[in-house]
Each structure stands twice: as C-alpha cells, then as structure tokens.
C-alpha cells in the first residue's frame, strides 16, 4: 500500500498556494478529527487547505454547559483560521456541495473549486431522528453551537412566560437518549430546577416543572461498567429526573412526546440526544456508505476504490472494526490520517490503525460522574468529577478557553451562591 497520488495543479484563482509544488492536501472539517489531521502534517513536505462551514472549531462535550446557561458559546470555541495559521495550513470558509473523487475536486457553496491530491473527509455527522414523526420539526438538538443555544433561548424563554402567566403546572422537559449527552443534560436540567428556580423565578414551584429522560434500553449509558450505570441512574433521580427506560418514541408532537406504548408525555422542550448520521450530501460523492451513512474505510483509513481519500472522525467506520463515535476516536483516527498521508508522500507503506482506549466519562451534576477509565479504576462521585473537569478543560484548544471553561464550571458547580444561571452574549 504505497501508491502515491501525483501532484497535479489547481486552476488560477483557486487557492493562494497555486504555484507551490507540494501534494495539495484538503482536510474537510474542523472539528476533533480534521484539527488532528491538520496538526498532524505540520512537519510533511505537503500544503495543506483546512475547509469549514464555519470559522471556528467547537468543543462539542461541552456543548450541553452552553444549552443550560453555565459557558458562553466562545468559551468552547476556538478560530479555525488561526489554528490554520498557526500549523502552516490555509483556511477556507464554506460549505462543501459536491465531492468528485475522478477529478480530485471538492466544490464549495462559495468560491473556486478545490482540487486536491490527498483529501481527508473529517467532517462529522449531523443529528439522525430515526424516521420518528415530528422529531426533526418540534425536537431540539444539542450537536452544534446554534442548537445548543436554541436549546437555552427556548429554555429560558419559557421560563419567563409561565413565570408571567401562571401556566408552570405540568411544565415537562423531555431528554431523548440515555447516553452520555443525555444524562449530562437531563442531570443539569434537574439541578438547576432544584437550584435555580427558588431564586431566579420565586413565582413558580419547582415541584410543578418535570424533567423526564427517555431510553430505549433497560439502563442509562448502556456503553458503561454496570455499577457506573447504577450510580448514574440513582444520581438522576436522587435530582428528581424521572426515568423511562425501555421506552422508545414513536412520536414528538409540540407539546408531547408519544411513546411506543401509547403513553404520552406533556412536553413543552423535547431534547433530542440520541443518535448520529452522516449528511444527506454525502450519497452523491461516489464513496461506499455504510450503517447511518458513515464512509466505510479499510484499516488504514483509505478508500479502498480511492485510496487517495482518507475519513477520520464519526463519518467513517472501519469495515472490520467500528469505533464509538466520540472525541479520543477522531482525535485518534485525525492523527493517523495525516501520518499516514506523510509516510504515503515519503513513498512509505501505509500502516493499520490502532485505536487507543482511554475510557469515557460522564457528569450528573455538582461533585457527581462517572469515569470509565480503560485499563484502570471505574470511579464514581467526587473523584470521578474532578477527573472530568481536569480532562475537559486540559482538552481545550487555547489557555483563554481553558481560563473561561474553568471560571464558568467553577461558578456554576463551586460557588456558594448557586442559584444563578450565566447567560453572556451570543
């Protein structure tokens, strides 16, 4: 496995970098895995264009402290274009249409072609609603920046209207997904209902606002040892989270959520934090798909019919080794991609990708998680959350993200005077 794509140029106009001789490499995405990508061909003899939608990275596991008001959506994210600057790579704004692997060309909603003679497709997955009625329309995600903070403006937003006209009772946030993400956010929910409510909005009775989480399976973080999953689930309703396990919805109306047994749950915000799949867009490039669209790669991480073209991250699955679709995995897989990529130009032989298990991790509340450490202890409780905070603020991109992460988590966790909810600019 040495084929070695030849350098062909790009037409005039198309990139800053036109007369450079160097193999063009396009990273497509931001996110874990292209940074890691990018990050990774700092020292390879190659120019290297980073693309994105938007001009900044988001640091997603952290997106649910933005949907309940303790961060502010710039303190977990990070200028795109500056960390293109900062590893030698050009940056370019848009949102990729079209993947045309013939002629090595990358088209985008905004400007000149790309061509390229090595591509990285690193660029995530979107929110995947299982055919289920009414979910796209009347649920609210949490997988990107502009969801998150929809997720708070509908929050507080109806807060302060049944604070104002009276309606609190039977007031119901239904969390969809008893994964990571969702027992993070039904956790929180619950503790700043607890919290929060008694100072922030003293006309309402906390007693009078339900937060409901729904999953499927018979226990919460199905993926976890199963005392973590024990202490997970005692620690919810502990906060008055009810639980509905072996649920599955059949349906979300705009003020309810219908279960597959006939039960209906009022719900006046249904959270939506279950389930990925890749973008619609992604049929038309001619790559071989597999379970929830995902690009199947060899274990390389190339294409078998385009061996070219590299996935890292959740938008490519390992035909014989699927990886869960979280942070270490693209971080891992966007390293390995741009390794792979340097030893392909050097005329090297491409080598099978090993994923790392360092464990997952989850939070409940205030001195509450759990951490699942490979090869090491399960831990619960304080120790467990410290451990969180220490992972999540270390893996942060720039000290003034990791200074803001750290006060905002700190204020809302720490600090005597619990009852107040941050909510900054936009």
Same mark, same amino acid.
């Given at each position: 496995?040495?084929?070695?794509?030849?350098?062909?140029?790009?037409?005039?106009?198309?990139?800053?970098?036109?007369?450079?001789?160097?193999?063009?490499?396009?990273?497509?995405?931001?996110?874990?895995?292209?940074?890691?990508?990018?990050?990774?061909?700092?020292?390879?003899?190659?120019?290297?264009?980073?693309?994105?939608?938007?001009?900044?990275?988001?640091?997603?596991?952290?997106?649910?402290?933005?949907?309940?008001?303790?961060?502010?959506?710039?303190?977990?994210?990070?200028?795109?274009?500056?960390?293109?600057?900062?590893?030698?790579?050009?940056?370019?704004?848009?949102?990729?249409?079209?993947?045309?692997?013939?002629?090595?060309?990358?088209?985008?909603?905004?400007?000149?072609?790309?061509?390229?003679?090595?591509?990285?497709?690193?660029?995530?997955?979107?929110?995947?609603?299982?055919?289920?009625?009414?979910?796209?329309?009347?649920?609210?995600?949490?997988?990107?920046?502009?969801?998150?903070?929809?997720?708070?403006?509908?929050?507080?937003?109806? /807060?302060?209207?049944? &604070? $104002?006209?009276? %309606?609190? *009772?039977?007031? =119901? !946030?239904?969390?969809?997904? #008893?994964?990571?993400?969702?027992?993070?956010?039904?956790?929180?929910?619950?503790?700043?209902?607890?919290?929060?409510?008694?100072?922030?909005?003293?006309?309402?009775?906390?007693?009078?606002?339900?937060?409901?989480?729904?999953?499927?399976?018979?226990?919460?973080?199905?993926?976890?040892?199963?005392?973590?999953?024990?202490?997970?689930?005692?620690?919810?309703?502990?906060?008055?989270?009810? /639980?509905?396990?072996? &649920? $599955?919805?059949? %349906?979300? *109306?705009?003020? =309810? !959520?219908?279960?597959?047994? #006939?039960?209906?749950?009022?719900?006046?915000?249904?959270?939506?934090?279950?389930?990925?799949?890749?973008?619609?867009?992604?049929?038309?490039?001619?790559?071989?798909?597999?379970?929830?669209?995902?690009?199947?790669?060899?274990?390389?991480?190339?294409?078998?019919?385009?061996?070219?073209?590299?996935?890292?991250?959740?938008?490519?699955?390992?035909?014989?080794?699927?990886?869960?679709?979280?942070?270490?995995?693209?971080?891992?897989?966007?390293?390995?991609?741009?390794?792979?990529?340097?030893?392909?130009?050097?005329?090297?032989?491409?080598?099978?990708?090993?994923?790392?298990?360092?464990?997952?991790?989850?939070?409940?509340?205030?001195?509450?998680?759990?951490?699942?450490?490979?090869?090491?202890?399960?831990?619960?409780?304080?120790?467990?959350?410290?451990?969180?905070?220490?992972?999540?603020?270390?893996?942060?991109?720039?000290?003034?993200?990791?200074?803001?992460?750290?006060?905002?988590?700190?204020?809302?966790?720490?600090?005597?005077?619990?009852?107040?909810?941050?909510?900054?600019?936009?």
């Amino acid at each position: 496995m040495t084929a070695d794509p030849s350098s062909r140029d790009e037409p005039a106009g198309t990139s800053i970098t036109d007369a450079d001789p160097r193999p063009h490499v396009v990273v497509l995405g931001a996110g874990f895995a292209g940074l890691s990508a990018v990050r990774a061909l700092r020292k390879a003899p190659v120019r290297v264009t980073l693309v994105d939608r938007h001009s900044y990275s988001t640091f997603q596991p952290l997106l649910y402290q933005v949907a309940t008001g303790a961060l502010n959506p710039g303190d977990i994210t990070y200028g795109a274009r500056g960390f293109a600057a900062h590893t030698g790579a050009f940056f370019r704004k848009g949102e990729v249409t079209t993947v045309d692997p013939e002629t090595r060309t990358v088209s985008l909603d905004v400007g000149p072609d790309l061509h390229y003679d090595y591509l990285v497709v690193a660029n995530g997955v979107t929110t995947n609603y299982f055919g289920v009625p009414g979910a796209a329309e009347h649920a609210f995600p949490i997988y990107t920046r502009g969801e998150a903070l929809a997720v708070r403006d509908r929050m507080t937003g109806y /807060l302060d209207h049944i &604070a $104002a006209t009276g %309606e609190a *009772r039977g007031a =119901s !946030v239904v969390v969809v997904g #008893g994964g990571a993400t969702g027992v993070e956010m039904a956790g929180t929910l619950a503790e700043l209902r607890n919290t929060v409510l008694p100072s922030r909005y003293p006309e309402l009775d906390p007693s009078e606002v339900h937060v409901v989480l729904v999953e499927m399976t018979d226990e919460v973080l199905p993926p976890f040892a199963p005392r973590l999953r024990e202490y997970a689930a005692q620690q919810l309703r502990a906060r008055g989270v009810e /639980l509905r396990l072996e &649920a $599955a919805v059949k %349906e979300v *109306r705009p003020d =309810s !959520v219908l279960l597959a047994d #006939g039960t209906e749950l009022p719900a006046q915000m249904t959270v939506w934090a279950t389930g990925v799949a890749a973008h619609e867009r992604v049929k038309g490039w001619g790559l071989p798909q597999g379970r929830g669209g995902r690009i199947v790669v060899g274990g390389d991480l190339r294409v078998a019919e385009h061996p070219e073209i590299l996935v890292a991250g959740d938008i490519g699955v390992i035909e014989d080794d699927a990886l869960p679709q979280l942070a270490q995995p693209a971080l891992q897989t966007g390293r390995h991609a741009g390794r792979t990529i340097a030893r392909l130009v050097a005329g090297e032989p491409t080598e099978r990708f090993h994923y790392k298990d360092k464990g997952t991790m989850a939070t409940i509340g205030r001195l509450s998680a759990v951490a699942d450490i490979a090869h090491g202890p399960k831990l619960v409780g304080v120790l467990a959350w410290l451990t969180w905070m220490f992972v999540h603020i270390f893996a942060l991109l720039g000290n003034r993200n990791r200074i803001m992460v750290s006060l905002g988590l700190a204020f809302r966790y720490l600090a005597q005077r619990r009852g107040v909810m941050v909510v900054g600019d936009d």
